[in-house]
């Protein structure tokens, strides 16, 4: 089982910029893909970006060119760079891995943007 904890969220303006941490334990071998989601009030859950164990990025679209994933295997944090923010960014992150077919999530982060 993996855990996870998210870090890193709060309240910005807009036009500004927070990174997301997502410190990973447990049993660690065979996370195949790491990622990002949110969901605001109301909506369903998206995804936001994911790295996969060989380093390949994806992104939603809404969020491309404005946010980053990375990943840090020593430290076994994954993060989320977030710039240009807008106040539709304003959701809950939530940090995900997929390992052997079962996916595990964290707490998740409060992320609000203001006008």
């Known amino acids: 089982q993996v855990q996870l904890v998210e870090s890193g969220g709060g309240l910005v303006q807009a036009g500004g910029s927070l990174r997301l941490s997502c410190a990973s334990s447990g049993?660690?071998?065979?996370?195949?893909?790491m990622g990002w989601y949110r969901q605001a009030p109301g909506k369903q859950?998206?995804?936001v970006a994911s790295i996969t164990s060989g380093g390949t990025t994806n992104y939603a679209d809404s969020?491309?060119?404005?946010f980053?994933?990375?990943?840090d295997n020593a430290k076994n944090t994954v993060y989320?760079?977030?710039s240009s923010l807008k106040p539709e960014d304003t959701a809950v992150y939530y940090c995900s891995a997929?390992?052997?077919g079962?996916?595990?999530?964290?707490?998740?982060t409060q992320v609000t943007v203001s006008p």
Not at 27 to 32: D, G, M, P, V
Not at 63 to 66: I, L, M, Q
Not at 102 to 107: E, I, K, N, V, Y
Request: no cysteine.
């Open 98 to 100: 997929l390992r052997l």
């Open 63 to 66: 969020v491309k060119g404005r």
């Open 45 to 47: 859950r998206e995804l």
């Open 27 to 33: 049993s660690l071998f065979s996370i195949s893909v």
């Open 80 to 82: 989320l760079e977030m």
């Open 102 to 108: 079962f996916r595990s999530w964290g707490q998740g």
């Open 68 to 71: 980053t994933i990375s990943g």
